[in-house]
């Protein structure tokens, strides 16, 4: 019988940005049952450079994989699509597998080029595939695959989601036989690769304490995971093992500065895994750290808690400041006021700040628009504010709505950016009301629902766009900033250069069109 070193499988990425997790957790249990796996990265993928095709090409003749499989979500379709054509032309042989929120929701359309596809959690899935090709029997048994045969869509029995997270779920900054291209070449990915070609060149860890959601908006893919496993239950690795995790990895890199924690909703957890949290993070890791949360489990005593372990920065979801919104359109659980009471607890600990909010919703009224601006207005400051334009993407509920109530109004999420919100006035209040000073805000919008058209808010919108785009836009960042550093000046500046890269795409965004390309995803 083969030894499983006998069998390679090549994972791959098309991620942008170098710190996915979801294909990294399946690598790496590749690699603890002694799989021959490689894990590569595709930022740049250009179905039009031939000699990127020839580099990946010639990667994998030297591999000779048994199975490829490729992570993607939404925004990636069309990249993995070419490439997988151009591997079933090259390796007609070669099983391909796709994986991800998009094959997952959309495993019809993913069948229209892949072999297979993983819907759900693939952790088991992968080895199970990697198990079959040991011993050489066929793939069509595993389950959480779909697959086409006699060209109709099989879809085999689907694995609970997984409970015990522990054992399956590993993480690292980077680990063994990952590979990148770049100018046209695979190379081993490096520490030094990584600082250059990272969203904030290295700096940030990026983990995840638990899986899944307590909310189940409408246009997330929570909403479809929740649907598609039939729960809402946030299932959490126990904190000892992620300690374990977070102290090898910033041993093994001490240019790590922060921790950044992806779960949907860190404060979805008990007093007890808190205080334990608190505890054992301050003792053993004392780095900052980020969490995403939900406004209605922000308290007080759970801030403070984290802050004095090393809390540093809050992305916090206002999505909209309508009730009517956030109830009817998105059923979402958290209210305007459950948003502001959470910022105002976020900003008496002076931690940093960036705030979800959506925009281009056509469901929305133009009254429940300005709730959202004066939101922002009332909010205090200093925050920054995350933008997005509302992408109804396949498989979501409020996708499905779209398509009976404004199917004129569904841009293609396959090549939407999600950051390239509409260039309208409102758009442009929104995110003025977040940097200009709120005495000349207040008297903008006295002037806007008095008569947008008259010259005298159009003069003013000008004036005041300019001023919030030069001046009080970078001072508010260099604030927010300065709070994650304890008020230091000199480690914010420091600081700084390391948000350049990805911090200028989205400065420049409120000057551009919304253009095709993603720059970054919002829950998908």
Same mark, same amino acid.
């Given at each position: ?5 006998d ?7 098309f991620?942008e940005?170098?710190?996915?997790i ?5 690598h790496?249990?590749?690699l603890?049952?002694?799989y ?35 992570s ?39 069948l ?9 959690e693939?952790?088991?899935v992968i ?23 006699n060209g109709?869509?099989?879809?085999n029995?689907?694995y %609970?989601?997984?409970?015990e ?6 993480f ?10 770049? /100018?046209?070449q ?8 990584i ?18 959601? %307590? ?12 649907r598609?496993y ?19 990895v ?12 992806l ?9 007890e ?6 505890t ?5 890791? #004392?780095?900052?750290f980020?969490?995403?949360?939900? %406004? ?29 919104t956030? /109830?009817?359109?998105? /059923? ?19 931690l ?15 009254e ?53 919100y ?10 003025m ?5 709120k ?13 947008e058209?008259?010259?005298?808010f ?6 005041? #766009? ?24 000199m480690?914010t ?8 890269k990805?911090?200028?795409? #989205? ?6 069109g ?11």
């Amino acid at each position: 019988m083969a030894n499983n070193g006998d069998i390679s499988i090549l994972l791959i990425s098309f991620q942008e940005d170098l710190d996915i997790i979801g294909l990294k957790s399946l690598h790496l249990n590749l690699l603890k049952e002694s799989y021959n796996s490689c894990l590569l990265h595709l930022p740049n993928y250009d179905h039009d450079n031939v000699e990127k095709v020839r580099a990946i090409r010639e990667f994998i003749l030297k591999l000779t994989p048994a199975l490829i499989g490729m992570s993607l979500m939404s925004m990636h379709y069309q990249k993995a699509a070419h490439l997988t054509g151009v591997l079933k032309r090259e390796f007609p042989s070669l099983p391909i597998l796709w994986g991800g929120t998009h094959p997952t929701v959309s495993p019809e359309m993913s069948l229209d080029h892949a072999d297979f596809v993983c819907i759900g959690e693939g952790e088991q899935v992968i080895l199970d595939c990697a198990d079959r090709l040991k011993s050489g029997s066929s793939l069509y048994s595993v389950n959480n695959l779909a697959y086409k045969r006699n060209g109709a869509i099989q879809r085999n029995e689907l694995y %609970p989601a997984i409970q015990e997270l522990d054992e399956v779920f590993l993480f690292a900054q980077n680990p063994p036989a990952t590979f990148i291209e770049m /100018k046209d070449q695979i190379i081993p990915l490096t520490s030094e690769v990584i600082r250059k070609n990272s969203r904030n060149r290295g700096i940030t860890y990026n983990t995840m304490s638990s899986k899944g959601c %307590p909310f189940s908006c409408t246009y997330c893919c929570n909403n479809f995971f929740n649907r598609l496993y039939n729960t809402r239950k946030t299932r959490r690795r126990s904190v000892s093992v992620v300690m374990d995790e977070i102290e090898r990895v910033v041993r093994e890199d001490s240019t790590i500065k922060y921790i950044n924690f992806l779960d949907d909703c860190f404060l979805a957890c008990s007093a007890e895994y808190l205080k334990e949290f608190c505890t054992l993070y301050s003792a053993r890791i #004392k780095k900052p750290f980020i969490i995403r949360t939900i %406004p209605t489990y922000v308290t007080d005593e759970k801030i403070l808690s984290l802050k004095k372990a090393g809390l540093t920065w809050v992305n916090l979801g206002l999505e909209s400041g309508s009730d009517r919104t956030n /109830k009817e359109i998105y /059923k979402r659980g958290s209210s305007r006021k459950d948003f502001l009471r959470a910022a105002g607890i976020i900003n008496k600990f002076n931690l940093a700040s960036f705030y979800d909010v959506m925009l281009d919703n056509p469901f929305e009224t133009n009254e429940d628009r300005m709730w959202t601006v004066d939101t922002i207005v009332e909010a205090p400051r200093p925050f920054y504010p995350m933008l997005y334009s509302l992408t109804f993407f396949y498989g979501s509920e409020i996708y499905e709505r779209a398509l009976k109530e404004c199917p004129d109004r569904i841009e293609n999420p396959l090549d939407k950016n999600i950051l390239g919100y509409a260039k309208n006035t409102i758009n442009t209040l929104t995110r003025m009301a977040a940097f200009l000073d709120k005495k000349r805000m207040v008297r903008l919008l006295g002037i806007y629902k008095r008569n947008e058209q008259s010259l005298s808010f159009k003069i003013t919108l000008f004036y005041y #766009k300019m001023l919030s785009a030069f001046i009080y836009e970078p001072f508010s960042y260099f604030r927010v900033v300065r709070l994650a550093n304890n008020g230091s000046i000199m480690e914010t500046v420091k600081e700084l250069r390391y948000y350049f890269k990805s911090g200028i795409k #989205k400065y420049l965004n409120q000057f551009l069109g919304p253009g095709i390309h993603s720059i970054s995803g919002k829950k998908r």
